[in-house]
C-alpha cells in the first residue's frame, strides 16, 4: 500500500497543470498517468493555440515539458493504469492494473479521452495494417502512398496536412458540408495541392489485400451512391471518447456521454474526488482548457484535502 495525499489519474495537460497546484501547495501527489504518459497531445503535431509559444510547439514536447516541471516540483509520474477506485472509505483507495494499491485523502480523475472508431466493416480487421488513429504516430509508414482521412474536425484537417508531408495523396473525407474545424486551418487544406475533399462521404468498408489495406469504399450520404477510393492507409478521426469506463461501479458517475458527473465546482459525485480536463468535458476539449480545468480541481482537492487532514 502506497499513501499519498493526491492520486492524479492522468498525466496530460489537465493532470499536469492540477500536480503543478497540488505540488506547490506541499501535498504529497503521486500520478498515475496509465501506459501512454500524456496522452492525446502526444499524437498532435504542431499546437499553435496553446499561449506562450511564439512558434507552433510540438504535442510530445509540449508534455515533456510539462513533465520536466511536474518533477522538478516533485511530483511522482508513473505509468500505471487505474482499473479501480473504492470510495466507501476514507482514504480512498485505488487499484492499478499491475496489481499496486494506492491510498489516498483526495483524487483527481484526469483520465482525458480516446480515439473514437468508425465501427465499418474491414475497420477492426486492418487497425495497425492501414488503418489508424494517430497520423503523427504512423504517417511516416505511408510515404510515397495514398491515403483518406476520415472527419471534419481539427483533428482530421492537422492530420490531413501532416500527411502530406509524406503521401502523394489524401482524400479528406467528410459526411457533410460544415466542417468543426476553424476556418484557417480548413482553407490552409483547401489549397493544399495534394489534398482532396470527398464530401458528403461516410466509409461504408474498408477493404484489403494480402493483410493490408488496399481501398476504401464510401457511401454518399446524400443518394446513397458507393465510390472506391484506392488507398493504401485510412485514418480515422472523428472525435473521442471520455476514458471513464474504469469508473463503473465506484460511485463516481458519469452523463450519458461518458463524461464524468461534476455536481459542484470541479466535485464529481464523491466528496473528495475532483476531475478535470476531456474526461469531464463534452464541449470544449482544448489543451489550455483542460490544462484551466487542471488548477480548478486542484485548488478545490487542496481545500478538502486541507480540511480534512
Ligand atoms: P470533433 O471536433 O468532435 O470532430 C469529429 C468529426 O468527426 C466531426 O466532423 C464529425 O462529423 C465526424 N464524425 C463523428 N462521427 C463520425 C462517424 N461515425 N462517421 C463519420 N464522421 C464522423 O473531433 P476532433 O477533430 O478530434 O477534435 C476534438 C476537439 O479537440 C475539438 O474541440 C477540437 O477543436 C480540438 N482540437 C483542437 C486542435 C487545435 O486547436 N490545434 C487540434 C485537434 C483537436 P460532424 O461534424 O458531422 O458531427
Not at 499536469?16 to 502526444?42: H, N, P
Request: with cysteine; charged share 20%; glycine share 12%.
Amino acid at each position: 500500500m502506497i499513501k499519498t495525499d493526491i492520486v492524479i489519474i492522468g498525466a496530460g495537460p489537465a493532470a499536469c497543470s492540477a500536480a503543478i497546484y497540488t505540488l506547490r501547495a506541499g501535498l504529497k501527489t503521486i500520478m498515475l498517468g496509465g501506459a501512454s504518459l500524456g496522452g492525446q497531445l502526444l499524437q498532435t503535431n504542431d499546437i499553435e493555440n496553446y499561449p506562450g509559444f511564439i512558434e507552433p510547439v510540438g504535442g510530445f514536447e509540449l508534455m515533456d515539458r510539462m513533465h520536466k516541471q511536474c518533477k522538478r516540483l516533485g511530483a511522482e509520474i508513473l505509468g500505471e493504469t487505474v482499473v479501480k477506485i473504492d470510495t466507501s472509505a476514507k482514504p480512498f483507495k485505488l487499484f492499478t492494473q499491475s496489481g499496486k494499491e494506492y491510498e489516498a485523502l483526495s483524487v483527481i480523475i484526469a483520465t482525458g479521452a480516446a480515439a473514437r472508431w468508425l465501427g465499418a466493416k474491414g475497420e477492426a480487421e486492418y487497425k495497425g495494417k492501414g488503418v489508424s488513429a494517430c497520423a503523427t504516430c504512423d504517417g511516416f509508414f505511408f510515404r510515397g502512398k495514398e491515403v483518406c482521412v476520415i472527419g471534419g474536425g481539427n483533428t482530421a484537417f492537422e492530420d490531413a496536412l501532416f500527411l502530406t508531408n509524406f503521401c502523394t495523396k489524401v482524400y479528406l473525407v467528410h459526411r457533410r458540408a460544415g466542417f468543426r474545424a476553424d476556418a484557417t486551418t480548413v482553407q490552409k487544406a483547401k489549397n493544399h495541392p495534394k489534398i482532396e475533399m470527398l464530401i458528403p462521404y461516410v466509409v461504408d468498408e474498408i477493404k484489403g489485400e494480402n493483410g493490408s489495406v488496399n481501398a476504401a469504399v464510401l457511401k454518399n450520404t446524400q443518394d446513397a451512391a458507393l465510390k472506391e477510393v484506392k488507398v493504401q492507409g485510412v485514418f480515422v478521426a472523428v472525435g473521442s471518447v471520455p476514458q471513464t469506463a474504469f469508473l463503473a461501479g465506484s460511485g463516481i458517475e458519469t452523463m450519458p456521454d461518458g463524461t464524468v458527473k461534476i455536481v459542484n465546482r470541479t466535485q464529481t459525485t464523491v466528496e473528495g474526488i475532483f476531475t478535470a480536463g476531456d474526461c469531464a468535458d463534452a464541449i470544449y476539449r482544448q489543451a489550455v482548457v483542460a490544462a484551466g480545468s487542471g488548477a480548478k480541481a486542484a485548488i478545490d482537492a487542496i481545500a478538502y484535502v486541507n480540511l480534512h487532514k
